[in-house]
C-alpha cells in the first residue's frame, strides 16, 4: 500500500505524560500537513512542511506542540504535558506541490488520542 | 481571513434522490478547492478536486462545480444510495490558509 500512514492508529495517555505521533507520506509528496480534528468539526490546520521545511503554523500549535520532518520524508507530531484539550484525532496529509493537480492532499487514516 | 462554511450540516433523503451540498468561501484567491468524505471514526477520502482554473469536475455520480466569483462550490451526487451515507468536507486551498468547512452529514435511507 503506497498510501499514508499514521501510527500509532490510538493512543490512550494520562495527563501530564508526553505523545509522539508518526506519519509517512505518499514517497514522491514533497508537501506534509497535520490536522487536529475533533468531534463534530472539520478538520484544524496545525502545520504544513515542505520537504523539510516547516513553512506555516497555525495558532493553535501552542508550545506544547512541535512538529518535524527532518529528512523531508516522515514527520512526527509531539504534544508534551498532554492536557484533556488534547483529545482529538490527529490527521496527517500530503500533496505533491509545483506539478498539476496542485496540491490535491490525501489522507492519512488517523491517530486517535485519548488523554485521561 | 478565510471561512469555509457548509451548508446544511445535515441532511437525510429517501435511497434514490439527487442532492446537493453547499459550500461557501470568503476568499476567492483559492488554488483549489477539494471535496472529501469521511466516515465515522476514519480518515478523510478525496472525491473531487478542482483547481482554480477550472469550473466543475466529475467522477461517477458525483459533480463538484466551482464559481470564484460568488464563493460558492457545490458537490451533487446522483441517485444517491446507502453506501453514500457519510460526512462530507470541502476544503479551500490558500496559501498559508489551509481551511475546512465544518461538514454535512449524509444519511440516505433505504
Known amino acids: 500500500d503506497t498510501g499514508v500512514s499514521q501510527n500509532p492508529r490510538h493512543k490512550i495517555t494520562k495527563r501530564g505524560q508526553n505523545v509522539t505521533f508518526r506519519c509517512d507520506p505518499i514517497?514522491?509528496?514533497?508537501?506534509l500537513y497535520w490536522y487536529r480534528q475533533t468531534l463534530g468539526q472539520g478538520p484544524e490546520f496545525l502545520t504544513y512542511f515542505q520537504n523539510e521545511a516547516q513553512l506555516e503554523k497555525s495558532r493553535l500549535l501552542s508550545d506544547r506542540f512541535s512538529a518535524e520532518r527532518p529528512k523531508g520524508s516522515f514527520s512526527t507530531l509531539e504534544i508534551q504535558r498532554t492536557e484533556q484539550g488534547d483529545s482529538a484525532m490527529y490527521l496527517c496529509?500530503?500533496?505533491?506541490?509545483?506539478?498539476?493537480?496542485?496540491?490535491?492532499?490525501?489522507f492519512g487514516p488517523g491517530t486517535r488520542l485519548t488523554v485521561t | 481571513k478565510q471561512e469555509v462554511t457548509q451548508i446544511p450540516a445535515a441532511l437525510s433523503v429517501p435511497e434514490g434522490e439527487n442532492l446537493v451540498l453547499n459550500c461557501s468561501f470568503t476568499d476567492s484567491a483559492i488554488y483549489n478547492l477539494q471535496w472529501f468524505r469521511q466516515d465515522p471514526g476514519k480518515g478523510l477520502t478525496s472525491l473531487l478536486l478542482i483547481q482554480s482554473s477550472q469550473r466543475e469536475q466529475t467522477s461517477g455520480r458525483l459533480n463538484a462545480s466551482l464559481d470564484k466569483s460568488s464563493g460558492r462550490s457545490t458537490l451533487y451526487i446522483a441517485a444517491s444510495q446507502p453506501g453514500d451515507s457519510a460526512t462530507y468536507l470541502c476544503y479551500s486551498g490558500n496559501t498559508g490558509k489551509l481551511i475546512f468547512g465544518q461538514g454535512t452529514t449524509l444519511q440516505v435511507k433505504p
Open positions: 514517497s514522491e509528496h514533497n508537501r
Open positions: 496529509a500530503s500533496s505533491l506541490a509545483g506539478q498539476l493537480p496542485n496540491y490535491e492532499q490525501y
